[in-house]
T-cell receptor, first 113, second 114 residues
Framework: ETGVTQTPRHLVMGMTNKKSLKCEQH?????MYWYKQSAKKPLELMFV???????ENNSVPSRFSPECPNSSHLFLHLHTLQPEDSALYLC????????????FGSGTQLSVL | SQQGEEDPQALSIQEGENATMNCSYK?????LQWYRQNSGRGLVHLIL?????REKHSGRLRVTLDTSKKSSSLLITASRAADTASYFC??????????????FGSGTQLTVLP
């Protein structure tokens, strides 16, 4: 256990659905991240949240919408996704935004039909 | 273009043998990390080496860093079947060194045969 919990583990959704991924960290960290992992591709950083700011990858489509209500919880709201959005979505945290070591959750395997 | 690239893409060895994976990168870094990922799971941090370090050890792991060649290697000694996983290098860029700047490679899939 890394102290970062993601739910659900698996999600199948249609292109017109709206769903949310949830991440919770029990480590007292102050920075949280969403990564996308597609088959045979490097991990892609989508969003970073810290107490001070939100940083996002400008190439992330608007159909992905993050929410960070507090330092322990992070959500990724999904709507009108495309089949190419099927991937493993990983949440990670670190003690501070400037810390280098990441603690990952087990991920949500998303399939868009 | 991606920062870190692992080589080989796939490696298959017998239990007890050593496994060596390499990572090359393009721009200056202030640290390089190795992570491990079991199939369908999250990544687990293994080791971090800073740009002013040349070698680091942790248990059966040995990491080297050659900043002149912009490359790193991860050696797993006396491999076990449980070491079967994907291994990723991640580079922290010189500009900030913050986790948000970590750039991951595509990984090496290691299979250790019993």
């Amino acid at each position: 256990e890394t102290g970062v919990t993601q739910t659900p583990r698996h999600l199948v959704m249609g292109m017109t659905n709206k769903k949310s991924l949830k991440c919770e960290q029990h480590l007292g960290h102050n920075a949280m991240y969403w990564y996308k992992q597609s088959a045979k591709k490097p991990l892609e950083l989508m969003f970073v949240y810290s107490l001070e700011e939100r940083v996002e990858n400008n190439s992330v489509p608007s159909r992905f919408s993050p929410e960070c209500p507090n330092s322990s919880h992070l959500f990724l709201h999904l709507h009108t996704l495309q089949p190419e959005d099927s991937a493993l979505y990983l949440c990670a945290s670190s003690p501070r935004p400037g810390d280098e070591k990441l603690f990952f959750g087990s991920g949500t395997q998303l399939s868009v039909l | 273009s991606q920062q870190g690239e692992e080589d080989p893409q796939a490696l298959s060895i017998q239990e007890g043998e050593n496994a060596t994976m390499n990572c090359s990168y393009k721009t200056s870094i202030n640290n390089l990390q190795w992570y491990r990922q079991n199939s369908g799971r999250g990544l687990v941090h293994l080791i971090l080496i800073r740009s002013n370090e040349r070698e680091k050890h942790s248990g059966r792991l040995r990491v080297t860093l050659d900043t002149s060649k912009k490359s790193s290697s991860l050696l797993i000694t006396a491999s076990r079947a449980a070491d079967t996983a994907s291994y990723f290098c991640a580079t922290g860029t010189l500009s900030s060194g913050s986790a948000r700047q970590l750039t991951f490679g595509s990984g090496t899939q290691l299979t250790v045969l019993p």
